[in-house]
């Protein structure tokens, strides 16, 4: 399959160049010297060829051989991509593991997806029907209650001739021909995609049903749509990690793809070992049975951690034309648009901004774009969402990967490292974050809840601003200034702060929220504003309702009551009712 | 480095350039990339280099020692066909090493035939075990609030003139295997020490000598120091080295290895400064942009693996230029290592050691090595509230300032009486003061109890009714 393509003139870190065929293919998927090392030819001048490899070059001599192998940077899809961790180029990690041991080798060969591995399949078309890519040929079981759709491969059309009856089978098995003009072929379960080259899809749809996520100041204050695309930028320490593993274990997706591109290895021996163990609330299954890990740490070769974001975004399109929702977090795309830099940096190509190259913008832009709610070519439908991570140099929102990030995305979670560092988590600013679907989504949460979300969630957004403004002036002349109304409002928005923004991630009760959860934490939150507002209008004095025994209990509602008993939000409810109307009888007479 | 373990290479006479401590080389065959190589002058002195750069021509070179008294025609270059090597052996404990791994404590060559390449291999992702076991340090804002756990990389974030070498001393004298509070304090593990300076001073390397030696540490350390005056390049190496040694004890040995490496600032330089010379494109402050990568190849080679007893835990120390914790050295340091220790310069002008500044520390895996089992139930609990209390002190200050203290609301009154008591009694303590685990905790409360009970909205109502001590009667 592969051939000799040119021989080696140059080798600085991940690029090398070569002389040689003029035959090698832009974006062609390489092998490099004696060791085969896997790389792409991004580069092609005459007979010279530029190459970054996608493995340590150290030791790799000028003059050993470039084989080429015809075919674009590609992944294998096909079952058994769930529980997987691969690195960048999707080789399978526990597999290298088992042949070279704990420390990763160069060289090393494996097959993406186990060919061995029997699935239980059933098809779904018969003899003589007509398909065309996109189609679903049938079903295997991916894990027990995951049914994995195989999907004629989008390039591909024609007629069925013959179907293997249900049964047990490998990747490689026969479980289909498709006559096509003269020409009659073998379908497997397996097929190759290119990375680079986004899935077809049939038109997009609407993006108006809301990504739950479990986070309160996620689903109730800055939504994302189902196909939507956010960022998460935030200085170091300040919780991008945190936030991103508690959207891969809550988001209700049905496909989890998560990126760790340049990040810290123990990271992703902690997801390793976590999610095994935990259990997704809707399926009642482990986490681990809907979650594809794809790990390029920040000491793995630098060219693959470029690639990873691809090879990620490929295996999420693919379960999605299924008619899944996949949600992807890539963490974080600051390493990504790094690595390009260190390679355009290698290349000697002219920067732009902070030595970032010139196309940056567009690398992102393109990225972010294959995120989407669609009409997939089956006719099913499925979305991708995107949440990227963020990591700009000394938490400086303005700097070139932030400030693209931005164009691309309509959901902005900006991370705070003054509300970290008071251990406030997550620690989303509400102040500097945004959403552009709370319109699209205002009518789901409707229908679910039957309450008005948006009215209620744009009212605590107001009073929280209205704190912001309110604090400037209580940093210059102390709270005691300020006239009870106004303090009320302090007093209510410290509840939206301790009560609701804040969530524990490590509490077993507080670290999922229902929408349902959700709203009625809101919704008391603000009933406790009104009756104290119309209280202290009447002139009573703030601290008595400050020390209303029912405040901290509102506070600690979080984790004291579970998504299974709202109803005891009707008794808190009443107890704010009861202490209010007394200190409102008291006051009065 | 031991001469006979070098298998013969080419060799070629004469250097087509020489521009600060890079040399480019002209006319060699097959050169590999990253090979080590070997440079004589015109007086037949040795120097070693490493290949940066290779195309048919030429091969760009790096002098470790840099280039001074090399000439065009005069010097030779020798290529040993190998990535830099070093000997790690058991022995090379209690030994003291240049920057390259050459002895110079006056002893033999460590006796060993096991030789490991300096740039080491990635970690696989799937081969580690995620640090669960806490290291005591006797020191309350990290154990209590910032604890470090066996396999934890977490940097000392300092500036000029802080004590950062004793807190980093104090810690490799105290450090123990962690024990759930109340449960008998036995002798702990004791942990081997790989110490690598990178263009500190001779002063500096004493200290960490003398203090190990009065610790009576020396004998399971192995130092390995670049100082001020040796050459820049070599430090890029010094790292590397002291975290072969460290690997192959731990995963190896299956020993347990704290690594301290000081000054990182001083390794960003050196990078900084080959990458200049090589005309790079510079990003921020003129570090390369592969600055992120190279950092990271070093601080992840910490943790702990299924294959072996041992763990390697990392504390790297970084002045930061200006105390700016957003120059890229530090920057990027703590995008990677998992959290910091932050000192401060006013706590350390009010005379409080060690000077942690708490708000801006981190330990990002703290909340898997604390709690019921570990420490003790309440601990991660309490620890936020620590946080949150002493955030909110930030503010009552900042207003006190303003309107005076008289005038602040008898509760925020109380604030302030906690910041002060938080500082003097619980960041305070002594450099030979060694606090278990469950002091700490009891001081936390007892400073916790200086507030109502119903500002302690972070630990629970059960935590609250055990421990705290105060007067408050409300609830």
């Given at each position: 399959m592969s051939n000799e393509v040119g021989k080696i003139t140059w080798i600085s870190g991940p690029v090398v160049r070569a002389r040689g065929s003029k035959n090698v293919g832009m974006l062609e998927l390489v092998e490099v010297g004696e060791d085969r090392l896997v790389g792409e030819v991004i580069g092609l001048k005459g007979d010279q060829m530029t190459v970054q490899v996608y493995e340590e070059t150290a030791g790799m001599q000028t003059g050993e051989t470039i084989y080429g192998t015809g075919l674009p940077l590609s992944v294998e899809l096909g079952p058994g991509l769930i529980q997987s961790i691969y690195d960048?180029?999707?080789?399978?990690l526990p597999l290298i593991e088992q042949a070279v041991g704990s420390f990763i080798n160069r060289g090393a060969r494996f097959d993406s997806i186990n060919r061995e591995k029997k699935w239980k399949y059933t098809p779904k078309v018969k003899v003589g029907d007509e398909v065309k890519g996109g189609d679903i040929l049938g079903v295997a079981m991916e894990t027990d209650t995951f049914e994995h759709r195989v999907m004629l491969n989008p390039d591909d059309s024609g007629t069925i001739t013959w179907v293997a009856p249900a049964g047990e089978y490998t990747v490689n098995d026969t479980i289909a021909k498709l006559k096509s003009g003269k020409e009659e072929k073998n379908v497997t379960m397996l097929q190759r995609w290119p990375v680079r080259r986004a899935r077809p899809f049939v038109n997009r749809r609407g993006a108006n049903i809301p990504l739950i996520t479990g986070q309160r100041i996620l689903d109730t204050f800055f939504p994302v749509a189902k196909g939507g695309a956010a960022g998460i930028p935030g200085p170091f320490g300040s919780g991008k990690t945190v936030t991103q593993h508690s959207i891969a274990k809550w988001a209700d997706a049905e496909v989890i793809v998560y990126i760790g591109c340049g990040e810290r290895g123990n990271e992703m021996t902690e997801v390793l070992q976590e999610f095994p163990h935990l259990i997704d609330p809707r399926s009642g299954r482990p986490l681990m049975e809907r979650t594809v890990l794809i790990a390029n740490t920040s000491n793995m070769p630098v060219a693959a951690r470029e690639a990873s974001i691809y090879t990620g975004i490929t295996i999420a399109e693919y379960y999605r034309d299924m008619g899944y929702h996949v949600a992807l977090m890539a963490d974080s795309t600051s390493r990504w648009a790094e690595a390009l830099r260190e390679v355009s940096g290698r290349l000697e190509e002219m920067p732009a901004e902070e030595g970032y190259p010139a196309y940056l913008a567009g690398r992102l832009a393109e990225f972010y774009e294959r995120a989407g709610y669609v009409n997939n070519l089956n006719g099913s439908q499925g979305s991708v969402s995107i949440v990227g991570a963020v990591s700009p140099p000394g938490g400086d929102f303005s700097e070139p990967v932030t400030q693209h990030t931005k164009r691309f995305i309509r959901c902005f979670w900006a991370l705070d490292k003054s509300l970290a560092s008071a251990r406030h988590f997550p620690a989303i600013n509400w102040l500097d974050s945004y959403s552009e679907y709370l319109e699209d989504v205002g009518n789901w949460w409707r229908e679910k809840t039957g309450k008005d979300w948006l009215t209620m969630r744009n009212r605590a957004m107001e009073l929280l601003s209205e704190e912001s403004r309110l604090s400037q002036i209580v940093k210059l002349v102390?709270?005691?200034?300020?006239p009870f109304t106004e303090r009320m409002v302090l007093e209510t928005t410290r509840l939206i702060r301790e009560g609701l923004l804040q969530q524990n991630a490590t509490e077993t009760v507080d670290a999922y929220s229902s929408v349902e959860k959700q709203i009625r934490m809101l919704e008391l939150v603000l009933y406790f504003h009104e009756r104290g507002m119309a209280i202290v209008k009447r002139g009573a004095p703030i601290n008595l309702i400050h020390d209303l025994p029912v405040v901290d209990k509102i506070i600690r509602a979080k984790s004291t009551i579970t998504n299974e008993e709202l109803g005891k939000f009707e008794d808190l409810q009443k107890e704010i009712d009861e202490q209010m109307s007394q200190l409102d009888a008291e006051y009065r007479q | 480095m031991s001469e006979a373990k070098v298998l013969g290479g080419q060799e070629v006479v004469g250097v087509g350039r020489i521009e600060g401590p890079i040399m480019v080389v002209e006319g060699a065959a097959n050169v590999s990339y990253d090979e080590v190589v070997e440079i004589k002058d015109s007086r037949g002195q040795l120097r070693r280099g490493r290949v940066l750069e290779v195309s048919e021509n030429f091969a760009v070179v790096q002098v470790f020692a840099g280039s001074t008294g090399l000439s065009i025609d005069g010097t030779s270059v020798r290529f040993l066909g190998n990535t830099l090597h070093i000997p790690v052996a058991e022995?090379?404990?209690?030994r003291i090493f240049d920057g390259l791994g050459n002895p110079i404590d006056g002893g033999p060559e460590p006796l060993t035939d096991k030789y490991a390449d300096v740039n080491g291999q990635p970690i696989n992702p799937t081969a580690r075990i995620y640090p669960r076991d806490y290291i005591q340090t006797g020191i309350s804002t990290i154990d209590g609030v910032n604890t470090l756990l066996r396999g934890q990389k977490l940097p000392l974030f300092s500036g000029a003139g802080m004590p950062h070498d004793q807190l980093a001393a104090q810690i490799v004298r105290q450090a123990t295997l962690g024990k759930e509070a109340g449960a008998p304090q036995t002798e702990g593990e004791e942990f081997a020490i790989v110490f690598a300076a990178m263009g500190v001073k001779n002063d500096v390397a004493d200290y960490f000598r003398r203090s190990f030696t009065e610790s009576g540490a020396l004998t399971r350390v192995a130092m390995f120091l670049n100082l001020a005056d040796d050459p820049p390049v070599e430090r890029i190496v010094t790292p590397r080295a002291a975290l072969t040694l460290a690997e192959y004890l731990a995963y190896e040995k299956g020993m347990h290895v704290l690594v301290v490496l000081t000054d990182m600032t001083n390794y960003g330089e050196a990078l900084r400064q080959i990458s200049n010379v090589r005309g790079e494109v510079p990003s921020?402050?003129?570090?390369?942009?592969y600055l992120y990568s190279d950092l990271a190849s070093l601080y992840e080679r910490t943790g702990r693996i299924r294959t072996s007893e041992g763990s390697i835990t990392q504390i790297p120390i970084l002045t930061m230029p200006n105390d700016?914790?957003?120059?890229p050295m530090p920057d990027l340091t703590g995008y990677i290592t998992e959290g910091q220790i932050v000192l401060g310069r006013e706590l350390n002008f009010a005379g409080i050691y060690p000077p942690v500044t708490v708000l801006p520390s981190l330990s990002r895996l703290m909340k898997d090595g604390i709690g019921k089992g570990r420490t003790r139930d309440d601990h991660p609990r309490w620890g936020a509230q620590l946080y949150a209390a002493y955030a909110r002190t930030q503010d009552v200050r900042a207003l006190a300032s303003v309107i005076g203290e008289e005038e602040l609301s008898e509760v925020d009154q109380k604030y302030l009486k906690f910041g002060r008591a938080f500082e003097r009694e619980f960041v305070n303590q002594a450099f030979t003061e060694n606090r278990t685990i469950e002091r700490t905790l009891e001081i936390g409360w007892k400073l916790l109890s200086i507030l109502p009970k119903k500002e302690l909205t972070r630990v629970n109502l059960d935590e609250i009714e055990k421990y705290y001590t105060g007067t408050d009667a409300t609830n």
């Open positions: 960048g180029v999707q080789r399978p102390g709270p005691d200034a300020l | 022995e090379m404990l209690g921020r402050k003129g570090y390369p942009g700016d914790i957003t120059h």
